[in-house]
Structure formats: structure tokens, C-alpha cells
């Protein structure tokens, strides 16, 4: 057909440089131990919270239990639980 044109041809856009499996994981685990020294840092009268209890599981037995693409959900989970708890502590 003398009207058909060709199609263009796909150019695909280079993707960033991933990083490595080894370098992801010490990333994630350097946000885990952050997590837990900011929980650690909250006082005694948070750890009577049952929310401060919530957030060690998080960041030990369920972070433990995780894929590594899914341990990043528990960690935003596990910090967003330790900002309530500070400020829960700082109303009190």
C-alpha cells in the first residue's frame, strides 16, 4: 500500500543505574536501626503504649519475616506508628 507508513521506531529510555542487592539491603537496614534507636529514645512512659510494643514487632519479628521489597512497606508502617507515638508522648 503506498500510503502505509512505517512504524517509528521504539527508542527506550535508558533506565537508571539500580543499585545492588547488597546496597539495598544495608540502605534498609540502615533505616531500621534509625527506626529503632528513635524508638528507643521515646521514654519510659511510651513504653507502656501498647503502640510501642506494635512497633518493635514491626521492626524485629514482621521486618525479619519480609522479602527485601517488602520490608520497606513495614518500615514506613513502623515509622509512622513511632511519629503517633511521639506525639502521644509530647500531649502527655
Known sequence: MPTRRSPAPTVKP????????RQ???????????LVARLAALGEA?????GYRRALRLLNE????????????????AA????????VNSVT
Open 80 to 87: 509512622w506508628l513511632i511519629d503517633v507515638l511521639e506525639k
Open 46 to 50: 511510651s513504653q507502656r503504649h501498647p
Open 62 to 77: 514482621t521486618f525479619r519475616k519480609e522479602k527485601l521489597a517488602q520490608r520497606l512497606a513495614v518500615l514506613q508502617a
Open 24 to 34: 539495598r539491603y544495608d540502605e534498609i537496614e540502615a533505616q531500621r536501626a534509625a
Open 14 to 21: 535508558t533506565a537508571p543505574a539500580r543499585a545492588s542487592f
